[in-house]
């Protein structure tokens, strides 16, 4: 008997995270931890959770999933985009609703690179006269 299981990539920033989802009891599990330990902030949960909020499926899918890369922000967008992408896998129906919410758009902003004779990205050395 195979298990039924939809698997999707999200990103975001420079983070990677590949998304298993399988009916269950709604259980995230994130390499190998509980969701509340591995994004200790609210803010960080409540993304995550938002495609589930949105398609109105919460608590009849489990989660597991591996994430690299980036930092916690960037991690956090990652697996919602890669939750909403199984959940269109899993629904093609729920597909409106997620695009409408703006969750199957990759974010594309990421980090501007640090120009040469300059302090960053945009900011400058300081500038004297004398």
Known sequence: MTKVQFQATGKRKEASARVILFPGSGKVMVNGRKLSQYFPREAWTALVNQPFQVAEMAGKFDVRAKIIGGGCSGQAGALRHGITRALV????????????????????????RKKYGQKGARARFQFSKR
């Not at 896998?89 to 501007?112: C, F, I, M, Q, S």
């Open 89 to 112: 896998k899993a629904d093609e129906n729920l597909r409106p609703a997620l695009k409408k919410a703006g969750l199957l758009t990759r974010d594309p902003r990421t980090v501007e």
